[in-house]
């Protein structure tokens, strides 16, 4: 007799036989895993977002500083300081030249003068200046360079400036040693020029604001018989002595 185990018979004639249990090895085998980017991308964006939060916020505060700024300038509104020459005094000018002719080939400058500069500052806030630098030239050559220190400008104030020039037998040749040894013999006279670039930035609220270029030119004409200054005149303005 057949064993009834395999095809038992089921209601309303049913003889389909039953399906084979599932291996759960197998099972586990062939399941596949999806990759989760939920969590990633919501990473990504929550960065671009704080990005761009902080770049506003920047921008934000570079503009409230440039407001700042411009409202402050124009509360203030700066203005260019004047550092001009006051007073030249010659402590000592000596010419030499190893050819007597009168039109020699070589000559020698010996020069010592004491410059007074006056610095004014016109603004309600004060001014920082840089070294400032100065030249003493004869028909373009220069002979001596002086430097003064910089130096802080309360509001509104006048301060006096001192620069000394110390020239040590500075040589010329040519057309030159002829016009210094002419100037010097014939006309009493040697015209010198200055020239100065000074440095000034404007403080407010402890903050420097871009520098600004103060430029001094200056003639000045010194009397080698008599030892001291005969004219001097800065920018249009002229002072005979």
């Given at each position: 007799?057949?064993?009834?185990?395999?095809?038992?018979?089921?209601?309303?004639?049913?003889?389909?036989?039953?399906?084979?249990?599932?291996?759960?090895?197998?099972?586990?085998?062939?399941?596949?895993?999806?990759?989760?980017?939920?969590?990633?991308?919501?990473?990504?964006?929550?960065?671009?977002?704080?990005?761009?939060?902080?770049?506003?916020?920047?921008?934000?505060?570079?503009?409230?500083?440039?407001?700042?700024?411009?409202?402050?300038?124009?509360?203030?509104?700066?203005?260019?300081?004047?550092?001009?020459?006051?007073?030249?005094?010659v402590q000592y000018m000596g010419i030499?030249?190893p050819d007597p002719n009168p039109n020699?080939?070589?000559?020698?400058?010996?020069?010592?003068?004491?410059?007074?500069?006056?610095?004014?500052?016109?603004?309600?806030?004060?001014?920082?200046?840089?070294?400032?630098?100065?030249?003493?030239?004869?028909?373009?050559?220069?002979?001596?360079?002086?430097?003064?220190?910089?130096?802080?400008?309360?509001?509104?104030?006048?301060?006096?400036?001192?620069?000394?020039?110390?020239?040590?037998?500075?040589?010329?040749?040519?057309?030159?040693?002829?016009?210094?040894?002419?100037?010097?013999?014939?006309?009493?006279?040697?015209?010198?020029?200055?020239?100065?670039?000074?440095?000034?930035?404007?403080?407010?609220?402890?903050?420097?604001?871009?520098?600004?270029?103060?430029?001094?030119?200056?003639?000045?004409?010194?009397?080698?018989?008599?030892?001291?200054?005969?004219?001097?005149q800065c920018g249009f303005d002229g002072?005979?002595?």
């Amino acid at each position: 007799m057949a064993s009834s185990s395999s095809s038992r018979p089921i209601a309303n004639g049913d003889h389909r036989p039953r399906p084979p249990p599932s291996n759960p090895i197998n099972s586990n085998r062939h399941q596949h895993y999806y990759p989760t980017t939920s969590y990633h991308s919501s990473s990504s964006a929550s960065f671009k977002g704080c990005c761009c939060c902080l770049f506003l916020l920047f921008s934000f505060l570079a503009l409230l500083v440039l407001a700042v700024v411009l409202v402050i300038i124009l509360a203030v509104k700066p203005k260019k300081p004047q550092f001009d020459l006051q007073q030249v005094g010659v402590q000592y000018m000596g010419i030499n030249s190893p050819d007597p002719n009168p039109n020699p080939t070589s000559a020698s400058l010996s020069l010592n003068i004491r410059m007074l500069f006056s610095a004014e500052n016109p603004n309600k806030v004060g001014i920082k200046y840089g070294e400032s630098r100065f030249t003493v030239m004869y028909r373009g050559i220069p002979l001596g360079k002086a430097s003064v220190a910089g130096f802080f400008q309360q509001a509104h104030s006048v301060r006096e400036v001192v620069a000394t020039i110390a020239v040590d037998r500075a040589n010329l040749i040519q057309a030159d040693a002829a016009d210094l040894i002419r100037d010097a013999n014939l006309n009493d006279r040697v015209e010198l020029r200055v020239l100065g670039d000074v440095g000034a930035k404007i403080r407010v609220l402890n903050i420097d604001s871009p520098g600004v270029q103060v430029s001094v030119d200056c003639a000045i004409v010194i009397s080698p018989r008599k030892q001291s200054l005969t004219y001097k005149q800065c920018g249009f303005d002229g002072l005979s002595v």
